[in-house]
């Protein structure tokens, strides 16, 4: 079993809608919880982190992690075209650990 | 502040050969992380360098190896290419300490690698 299971999509919304995008992991000592962000011959770029459980809210993004059930969630709210990227999930022991990437998703917002 | 730099971009070379890619880092980062991503594996993790020590390893064979000068800059080996070894390589650096806060890796644009 993989460490971060991310669903490879590709998913697809018209713009203005509600992207909820998920990530299981198996690994309870995880301490960080990461999104990033990777456009298409881009490297990938740091979105948001929350450390262990909770939400966290950056503008229209929204990170979210329930410890319970080991599931992590981004919402993008209002949607744009520009958000159309790879979105992968990503997780750290502690603060200088690796970092443990999921597969990513594709999304593409239809204008 | 100029980002990661990656150089070459793109490079193409024949199985049996071996490779070295280099990476420089974003000024006053010491910490250089190099990850695989190809498009079923997705990103992995090959090793981290630190103060031109190593400080963590991924799951890849002998045959990745890297370095990290004492400016900072790194490079990646790879030797006896292999088919399976194309991929996008990815450098990421990093001021690498240890904090309240994940380390925020700022990552290159890769080099996209074709074995033939």
């Known amino acids: 079993q993989k460490e971060v299971e991310q669903d490879p999509g590709p998913l697809s919304v018209p713009e203005g809608a509600i992207v909820s995008l998920n990530c299981t992991y198996s690994?309870?000592?995880?301490?960080?919880f990461m999104w990033y962000r990777q456009y298409s011959r881009k490297g990938p770029e740091l979105l948001m982190y929350t450390y262990s459980s909770g939400n966290k809210e950056d503008g229209r993004f929204t990170a979210q992690v329930d410890k319970s059930s080991k599931y992590i969630s981004l919402f993008i709210r209002d949607s744009q075209p520009s958000d159309s990227a790879t979105y992968l999930c990503a997780r750290m022991y502690s603060s200088a650990s690796k970092i443990i990437f999921g597969s990513g998703t594709r999304l593409s917002i239809r204008p | 502040k100029a980002g990661v730099t990656q150089t070459p971009r793109y490079l193409i070379k024949t199985r049996g050969q071996q490779v070295t890619l280099s990476c420089s880092p974003i000024?006053?980062?010491?910490?250089v992380s190099w990850y695989q991503q190809t498009p079923g594996q997705g990103l992995q993790f090959l090793f981290e360098y630190f103060s031109e020590t190593q400080r963590n390893k991924g799951n890849f064979p002998g045959r990745f190896s890297g370095r990290q000068f004492s400016n900072s800059r790194s490079e990646m080996n790879v030797s006896t290419l292999e088919l399976g070894d194309s991929a996008l390589y990815l450098c990421?650096?990093?001021?690498?300490?240890?904090?309240?806060?994940?380390?925020?890796?700022?990552f290159g644009p890769g080099t996209r690698l074709t074995v033939l």
């Open positions: 990421a650096s990093s001021l690498g300490g240890y904090g309240g806060s994940p380390d925020t890796q700022y």
């Open positions: 000024s006053g980062h010491r910490s």
């Open positions: 690994n309870s000592a995880f301490q960080y």
